[in-house]
């Protein structure tokens, strides 16, 4: 009997022009390094990326950083006001801003699923671009996977972003004190319900947007008043009561809010009263909340609205040594009410 052939298994050869992300992408092979020279390099090119290797090389002169990573899975990637991409670049930004460091650098990984178009993927890569650029941080280092159709709401984005810390000019949660004022440099709530709306296709009589922004300019200006500002917070997940809660236990202080003192615009506040939400534990993407000494609270008022970050700056409360680690809000009846944590989620995945 003639002996066969032994058979040859081939892997068949990959499209390598799809307008789609495919498995392949994520091998490690020919389309992996396709995926980085088309659509990642152009956009993020810096000497420290271009090197391609295993890790970049960066020169700072700081003698303390500030680091912070955060993991970004919104859904729908795309929304009226921004992308996920303009999440990942301005959150952590923002980030590293409210300790008061000036941004270094960040490094991004992206985790992509089965079928997404490159035309979404681009386009995200496009406003991480253009958010890095405006701030002028580069994204110097990067990874990218690949998982099935099924396993990820598109993208999901992680990114690491460092600082330098300016010794003359160091917020932190535990510095907050009796006796400073509480100043929030714009309206919330409008990142949340902008996600709400987009995800679940809400007929809203005007069209709600993101206030995703990088508020690196916003706390550059208040510099100059050094040590008198004590704690800086974006009130993102779980919005502005779970950012003061946080402040409150780190400091062991009382926080008491003003009722409608926070500011919301009409057509937030309408949706969230329709949908039964209270902004307050709404998030936000491009608002920061400032605790300040007292003497030193005009100046910040000025100063924050001087710039369009902060035009719509306001004084929301002060501080109190009463009840150690309490949020309250003094109604217009001047009773008090606790503002506390949410038990679990109001708005699940919005960051």
Do not use: W
């Not at 992408?25 to 993020?44: D, I, N, T, V, Y």
């Not at 985790?111 to 035309?119: I, N, P, Q, R, T």
């Not at 810390?165 to 510095?175: E, M, N």
């Amino acid at each position: 009997m003639t002996p066969r052939a032994p058979t040859i298994l081939q892997c068949p050869v990959p499209l390598d022009d799809a307008d789609r992300v495919l498995l392949g992408h994520g091998s490690g092979g020919r389309l992996s390094a396709q995926l980085l020279a088309r659509h990642f390099l152009p956009q993020f090119d810096n000497p420290a990326l271009a090197a391609l290797g295993d890790a970049s090389v960066i020169a700072t002169p700081a003698a303390e950083l500030a680091v912070s990573t955060d993991s970004f899975v919104v859904h729908p990637v795309e929304f009226p006001g921004g992308n996920i991409g303009t999440l990942a670049v301005n959150g952590t930004l923002n980030d590293v801003a409210m300790m008061g460091a000036r941004p270094i650098c960040l490094t991004a990984g992206f985790v992509l699923e089965e079928g997404l178009s490159f035309a979404v993927l681009d386009r995200v890569i496009a406003e991480m671009a253009r958010a890095a650029l405006a701030a002028g941080v580069a994204i110097v280092a990067g990874d990218t996977k690949v998982v099935g159709r099924g396993q990820a709401d598109g993208l999901y984005i992680n990114t690491t972003g460092l600082g330098a810390v300016d010794p003359a000019f160091r917020p932190a949660p535990s510095r907050t004190q009796a006796g400073d004022a509480i100043l929030i440099s714009g309206p919330v709530a409008r990142h949340g319900m902008a996600i709400m709306a987009a995800r679940e296709g809400l007929a809203l009589e005007s069209a709600i947007t993101s206030d995703t922004a990088c508020l690196l300019p916003l706390v550059d200006a208040l510099r100059p008043l050094g040590s008198a500002v004590h704690a800086l917070r974006d009130p993102t997940r779980g919005g502005v009561a779970s950012a003061l809660n946080e402040i409150a236990a780190a400091s062991r202080v009382e926080v008491e809010i003003v009722e409608g003192a926070v500011p919301v615009p009409g057509d937030v506040a309408a949706a969230c009263e329709v949908l039964g939400l209270d902004p307050l534990f709404v998030a936000n993407e491009g608002v920061m909340v400032v605790f300040v000494a007292d003497n030193a609270s005009d100046s910040a008022l000025q100063i924050m609205r001087a710039h369009p970050l902060g035009a719509a700056a306001a004084r929301i409360g002060r501080v109190l040594d009463a009840h150690p680690g309490m949020v309250a809000m003094r109604t217009a009846l001047g009773s008090t009410r606790i503002v506390d944590l949410l038990p679990g989620d109001q708005l699940p995945r919005i960051c």
